[in-house]
């Protein structure tokens, strides 16, 4: 991390070690799932996760403003396909902490028919957080 921390305000300093708490509490999954990448539907739009046994976690990126306002669904692969998966979103501005669930899905549903993209602006990133239920 390139960042002079003697310059950090303490609320950037309370963001980052939420972040490192964060990072501490996937950092299995980090290492250790199985690493899948997404072609979505719309130039500019980049879409990969990792993928374990009982959580996902997915980024989407846009680097460009779509045609629409929002670049449609996307399809999450890579999940047991009869579980049921809980997606929630990462609050990126707090830390770390994740807004409340958006949806419950099966994995063969996230895999086909997928999920309506959040809306993003461009150069920005959402990551999504996938929970096994069942």
């Known amino acids: 991390m390139e ?3 003697a310059k950090a ?3 950037e300093i309370a963001q980052l070690k939420a972040w490192i708490a964060w990072y501490k509490q996937i950092r299995a999954l980090l290492n250790r799932g199985r690493l899948v990448r997404v072609d979505p539907p719309q130039p500019g739009a980049f879409l990969h996760g990792v993928v374990g046994e ?6 989407l990126t846009l680097l460009e403003l779509p045609g629409t306002w929002s670049i449609g669904s996307i399809q999450l692969p890579g999940l047991a396909p009869d579980a049921t998966w809980r997606m929630s979103h990462l609050d990126l501005t ?3 902490r ?3 669930a958006t949806v419950e899905l099966t994995g063969r549903a996230l895999a086909t028919a997928g999920v309506r993209a959040p809306v993003i ?5 959402r990551i999504l957080v996938l929970d096994k239920l069942s």
Do not use: V
């Open 121 to 125: 602006l461009p150069e920005r990133t």
């Open 98 to 100: 994740e807004l409340p």
């Open 9 to 11: 305000s303490d609320e």
């Open 3 to 5: 960042w002079d921390l």
């Open 54 to 59: 009982d959580r996902a976690i997915f980024a």
């Open 94 to 96: 707090a830390g770390g």
